[in-house]
């Protein structure tokens, strides 16, 4: 099973909204990611969990903030966004070690008002 | 350091003929290779990858690519178009190296966008 799911599909959120993203996967894998997309763009990388720790942050602003509770579970947490925000947020998962290629889920779309 | 060219932003193809998707890379190890499809508001799907194996790749669909070192190219290939093939295609290159920590880096393309004519 190479199964990435992402919860929810679809958020709307205002500036002063806190809300979250879950994704899950139950492949083994050891390194998790958060990428961000824009319309028409390749995937911008954001964070990279490995082992349960952070291993990147690609300068992302504080009003994104990302949290790995075990090996199958990451999180992005988001408050006081602004409307820039609003894009396609994919998760990805690796295997932890090597040039292993990424597995990644639906994606979140998300609309900031 | 390591970057990704796709020579061309969009290709359109009648269904039925070959479909060709160009791609250039530049890495400073011997990289590993893929090419991923997204379908409009979906995630990216995993089509076929190189890592210093076969240097003919066969992937889902019908896909393949060829990894041709002095060329530095990772062309995508297709022998007949599908109307459920229209979707946009990156090529990506991971370098090899582990990031510290673990986990790898993947550099996209922009990106082609196929699309499949009657």
């Known amino acids: 099973d190479t199964e990435v799911t992402q919860t929810p599909k679809h958020l709307v959120m205002g500036m002063t909204n806190k809300k979250s993203l879950k994704c899950e996967q139950h492949?083994?894998?050891?390194?998790m990611y958060w990428y961000k997309q824009k319309a028409k763009k390749p995937p911008e990388l954001m964070f990279v969990?490995?082992?349960?720790?952070?291993?990147i942050n690609e300068s992302v602003p504080s009003r994104f903030s990302p949290e790995c509770p075990n090996s199958s579970l990451l999180n992005l947490h988001l408050h006081a966004l602004q409307p820039e925000d609003s894009a396609l947020y994919l998760c990805?998962?690796?295997?932890?070690?090597?040039?292993?290629?990424?597995?990644f889920g639906p994606g979140t779309r998300l609309t900031v008002t | 350091a390591q970057s990704v060219t796709q020579l061309d932003s969009h290709v359109s193809v009648s269904e039925g003929t070959p479909v060709l998707l160009r791609c250039n890379y530049s890495?400073?190890?011997?990289?590993?290779l893929f090419w991923y499809v997204q379908h409009p508001n979906k995630g990216l799907q995993l089509l076929l990858k190189?890592?210093?194996?076969?240097?003919l790749v066969k992937g889902i669909n019908g896909f393949e690519a060829e990894f041709k070192k002095s060329e530095t190219s990772f062309h995508l290939t297709k022998p007949s178009a599908h109307m459920s093939d229209a979707a946009e295609y990156f090529c990506?290159?991971?370098?090899?190296?582990?990031?510290?920590?673990?986990?790898?880096?993947?550099?996209f393309g922009t990106g082609t966008q196929l699309k499949v004519e009657l």
């Open positions: 990805a998962s690796s295997q932890g070690r090597g040039p292993y290629e990424q597995y």
């Open positions: 492949m083994g894998h050891r390194a």
């Open positions: 969990y490995s082992y349960e720790k952070l291993s």
């Open positions: 890495s400073s190890y011997s990289p590993s």
């Open positions: 190189y890592t210093s194996a076969a240097t």
């Open positions: 990506v290159v991971s370098d090899g190296k582990e990031l510290t920590g673990g986990g790898n880096k993947l550099t």
